[in-house]
């Protein structure tokens, strides 16, 4: 499950970015002091780490105060739009050299933020991150190739999106509108069907390349989670699906 840990000296950021997280159930934090922050963020090496400068030198100062104390988390830098004396694209070349991941103008939008949160993450896998291991098969990730026990299928780019989404966070209940945001960057409530209509698809493809397992758990009125271990689904007599 995600967790971002914020700091800001201007607390209207840090209460905007804490409302855009809340927004769609990301877990968070904020901590006004750099030095409290990376005491968070060395404490929780799977965090991300998210704040915001005044200009890029400021934002260069807080990375390299962070990697000389060891934090290793992903950092995520936010620069205020117009105030680099350095001009935007030169800053932020010197705010990644000293160690940021990501560095984006302030203000944002919800979407582009949460996105990009999503992409760190996917980053922070170990091992090859383009293969993720699941119950009973394996998925590349560049190819959209699931392969399993008892056959091969192809996943389209929706399908691979969704499932490495929910795979990235075992156990967490992802809503649809966090899911919408992971495959469209947006949280249209009219398009939210189409999120069931590739959970019904996927789940047809692991079952098919299993041999019959899932993976993917349906929370009512809350949305979907993933099953580290898989499960089997249980069927009526009239091979209606019976498990959620």
Not at 123 to 129: H, I
Not at 155 to 183: D, F, I, N, W, Y
Request: hydrophobic residues 45%.
């Amino acid at each position: 499950m995600m967790r971002v840990v914020i700091c800001s000296p201007n607390p209207a950021v840090s209460i905007i970015i804490e409302a855009i997280l809340i927004g769609i159930g990301i877990e968070n934090e904020i901590e006004a002091s750099p030095q409290e922050f990376g005491s968070l963020l060395f404490r929780d090496p799977d965090s991300i780490g998210v704040f915001w400068a005044m200009g890029s030198a400021n934002a260069a100062e807080t990375c390299r105060y962070l990697r000389m104390g060891d934090v290793r988390n992903p950092l995520f830098a936010f620069i205020q739009n117009g105030a680099d004396l350095y001009g935007a694209a030169a800053g932020r070349a010197i705010v990644l050299n000293a160690g940021a991941d990501d560095v984006q103008p302030w203000p944002t939008t919800g979407p582009e933020l949460v996105s990009r949160l999503f992409a760190l993450q996917r980053r922070q896998r170990n091992g090859d991150p383009s293969i993720i291991q699941l119950p009973g098969c394996t998925l590349n990730i560049a190819t959209g190739t699931l392969v399993g026990d008892v056959a091969r299928v192809h996943l389209t780019h929706q399908e691979t999106v969704l499932l490495t989404t929910l795979a990235a966070r075992p156990g967490a209940v992802l809503s649809k509108a966090m899911l919408m945001l992971a495959l469209y960057n947006e949280r249209d409530e009219a398009q939210r069907k189409i999120v069931d209509v590739l959970v019904c698809k996927l789940r047809k493809k692991i079952a098919a390349a299993t041999g019959g397992l899932d993976v993917l758990e349906t929370v009512w009125g809350q949305g979907f989670r993933f099953v580290a271990e898989g499960y089997s689904p249980s069927y009526s007599s009239e091979g209606r699906r019976l498990s959620a």
